[in-house]
């Protein structure tokens, strides 16, 4: 019943901006604090950014803070993430989570490709 899907990654040069969007259905979305994390190949998944329900609250780590923002628009029950002035080192597949009662859900995951 809990889907969650990420759209927006592509191929962008260093130095540029992507917005990542995350469409979910299945809960009461704007009860629900959303997390985005991403995984390079060989690389452990790392958190980059959660949103509380409200979207008023964001968390970030050193490695993305000042660089990415979070944000949802629970009307539409989609949560982004800005990324800008991105790096090599960004490149991964980004994914969206969100935790519903015992489980966490999900999404299939977007490319992000930072190169020149």
């Known amino acids: 019943q809990v889907q969650v899907v990420e759209t927006g990654g592509g191929l962008v040069q260093p130095g540029g901006s992507l917005r990542l969007s995350c469409a979910a259905s299945g809960f009461t979305f704007s009860s629900y604090v959303m997390s985005w994390y991403r995984q390079a190949p060989g690389k452990e998944r790392e958190l980059v950014a959660t949103?509380?329900?409200?979207?008023?609250?964001?968390i970030y780590p050193d490695s993305v803070k000042g660089r990415f923002t979070a944000s949802r628009n629970n009307a539409e029950n989609t949560v982004y993430l800005q990324m800008n002035s991105l790096k090599p080192e960004d490149t991964a597949v980004y994914s969206c989570?969100?935790?519903?009662?015992?489980?966490?859900?999900w999404g299939q995951g977007t490319q992000v490709t930072v190169s020149s």
């Open positions: 989570r969100v935790i519903v009662g015992s489980r966490a859900y």
């Open positions: 949103v509380t329900g409200t979207g008023r609250n964001t």
